[in-house]
């Protein structure tokens, strides 16, 4: 090798090296969350081997200068139960961030399910078969653009829109099979927008969230359009948290009007290394055009988490959805089908 050569390749590791050193920092993290469970869905019983939701992430932030920044994140969902599935439509973002707040492009959680039912979901990320099966999210995720405000006297605002770029959508009612009212388990038809707007108080042991959610869909005979509104309040008593979170909604087409009310109450106690959680759910009947229709449900669950560290825990729970004649809240489960799982698990975040 030349003495021109190996000064060449110096030179180029030098601007590698520097080029490298100009990129943002990447962060690579992310859950790895797995039960074995006991299930009964209807009058059939089944041992299963479950993945809450485990993810991979990666995220990395750049200075831009004069207070401005430049970020992103990715996030995949797999099966930690078999390895499969993994693509990163779980979270995926673009955002520039600033003394005035921070732009968001991607697709993520809107603000609204944050706010509200996301701060009563404590015991396990709100993943799983016991995962909040009652709330209304009502937001097609993607292609979204987003405002995050600063933090004002505790109070930090989000706006949220959503572009349907007339893409096919199917929408129909949380839990419902809507064939025998439409014909169709759902209604076949354009996404023309929808907007999200949410409210975080937080002080101390206190915080409150309201959100609210609009998003419609035009189809070929008629219209849809889909509201929900919902309002929590969280406070922490020494070692015990309580929540608990109410929500409203409303459906209007020109074939079938709707709505309902559906509440959450929430607690955690904390001893040492131990969480003791408990929580119930209950989704009233729909009114409207649906009224008649045995459509409520009752969600419960209690569960307790050992945090072997800040990063791992092992964990069990007991869950139970009881369902309407009418109605299907919760995996797996048909019309009328009650669910139930006993689980224990494994969590660990990297």
Same mark, same amino acid.
Not at 139 to 165: C, D, H, K, L, M
């Given at each position: 090798?030349?003495?021109?050569?190996?000064?060449?390749?110096?030179?180029?590791?030098?601007?590698?090296?520097?080029?490298?050193?100009?990129?943002?920092?990447?962060? %690579?993290?992310?859950?790895?969350? =797995? =039960? %074995?469970?006991?299930?009964?869905?209807?009058?059939?019983?089944?041992?299963?081997?479950?993945?809450?939701?485990? !993810?991979?992430? !990666?995220? @990395?932030?750049?200075?831009?200068?004069?207070?401005?920044?430049? @970020?992103?994140?990715?996030?995949?969902?797999?099966?930690?139960?078999?390895?499969?599935?993994?693509?990163?439509?779980?979270?995926?973002? #673009?955002?520039?961030?600033?003394?005035?707040?921070?732009?968001?492009?991607?697709?993520?959680?809107?603000?609204?399910?944050?706010?509200?039912?996301?701060?009563?979901?404590?015991?396990?990320?709100? =993943?799983?078969?016991?995962?909040?099966?009652?709330?209304?999210?009502?937001?097609?995720?993607?292609?979204?653009?987003?405002?995050?405000?600063?933090?004002?006297?505790?109070?930090?605002?989000?706006?949220?829109?959503?572009?349907?770029?007339? /893409?096919?959508?199917?929408?129909?009612?949380?839990?419902?099979?809507? =064939?025998?009212?439409?014909?169709?388990?759902?209604?076949?038809?354009?996404?023309?927008?929808?907007?999200?707007?949410?409210?975080?108080?937080?002080?101390?042991?206190?915080?409150?969230?309201?959100?609210?959610?609009?998003?419609?869909?035009?189809?070929?005979?008629?219209?849809?359009?889909?509201?929900?509104?919902?309002?929590?309040?969280?406070?922490? #008593?020494?070692?015990?948290?309580?929540?608990?979170?109410?929500?409203?909604?409303?459906?209007?087409?020109?074939?079938?009007?709707?709505?309902?009310?559906?509440?959450?109450?929430? /607690?955690?106690?904390?001893?040492?290394?131990?969480?003791?959680?408990?929580?119930?759910?209950?989704?009233?009947?729909?009114?409207?055009?649906?009224?008649?229709?045995?459509?409520?449900?009752?969600?419960?669950?209690?569960?307790?988490?050992?945090?072997?560290?800040?990063?791992?825990?092992?964990?069990?729970?007991?869950?139970?959805?009881?369902?309407?004649?009418?109605?299907?809240?919760?995996?797996?489960?048909?019309?009328?089908?009650?669910?139930?799982?006993?689980?224990?698990? %494994?969590?660990?975040? !990297?």
């Amino acid at each position: 090798m030349t003495k021109t050569t190996r000064l060449m390749l110096a030179v180029l590791a030098v601007c590698g090296t520097s080029a490298a050193l100009a990129q943002s920092s990447v962060n %690579v993290y992310g859950r790895i969350n =797995t =039960t %074995v469970e006991h299930q009964k869905i209807g009058n059939q019983s089944r041992s299963a081997m479950e993945s809450n939701s485990s !993810f991979i992430g !990666f995220r @990395g932030v750049e200075d831009l200068g004069g207070g401005l920044k430049a @970020g992103f994140q990715l996030e995949g969902n797999f099966g930690s139960d078999n390895g499969a599935g993994f693509n990163f439509q779980r979270h995926s973002e #673009i955002n520039l961030s600033g003394s005035l707040g921070t732009v968001r492009l991607g697709k993520f959680n809107v603000g609204s399910y944050l706010a509200t039912a996301d701060f009563i979901s404590m015991h396990n990320h709100d =993943t799983g078969t016991s995962s909040d099966a009652l709330y209304a999210y009502v937001f097609p995720e993607g292609n979204q653009i987003s405002y995050r405000s600063p933090v004002f006297g505790g109070v930090t605002a989000e706006f949220n829109y959503g572009f349907g770029e007339k /893409a096919a959508r199917k929408t129909g009612l949380p839990g419902i099979d809507l =064939t025998p009212v439409l014909g169709t388990a759902g209604v076949d038809g354009e996404h023309k927008g929808a907007f999200d707007a949410s409210l975080n108080y937080a002080n101390g042991p206190l915080g409150l969230g309201l959100g609210y959610t609009q998003a419609k869909t035009e189809a070929a005979a008629f219209d849809v359009k889909e509201q929900q509104l919902g309002l929590r309040a969280s406070y922490a #008593i020494g070692d015990l948290t309580l929540g608990a979170y109410y929500q409203y909604y409303k459906a209007d087409a020109d074939v079938l009007d709707t709505k309902r009310h559906a509440y959450r109450l929430a /607690a955690m106690y904390t001893l040492g290394a131990s969480e003791f959680h408990a929580n119930v759910g209950r989704a009233q009947s729909y009114k409207g055009d649906l009224d008649g229709a045995k459509t409520s449900a009752t969600q419960w669950t209690l569960g307790y988490n050992y945090n072997l560290s800040k990063r791992t825990k092992v964990y069990g729970y007991f869950t139970k959805i009881n369902n309407g004649n009418d109605v299907a809240y919760g995996p797996y489960v048909g019309t009328g089908d009650n669910f139930r799982s006993i689980a224990v698990g %494994v969590r660990h975040l !990297f």
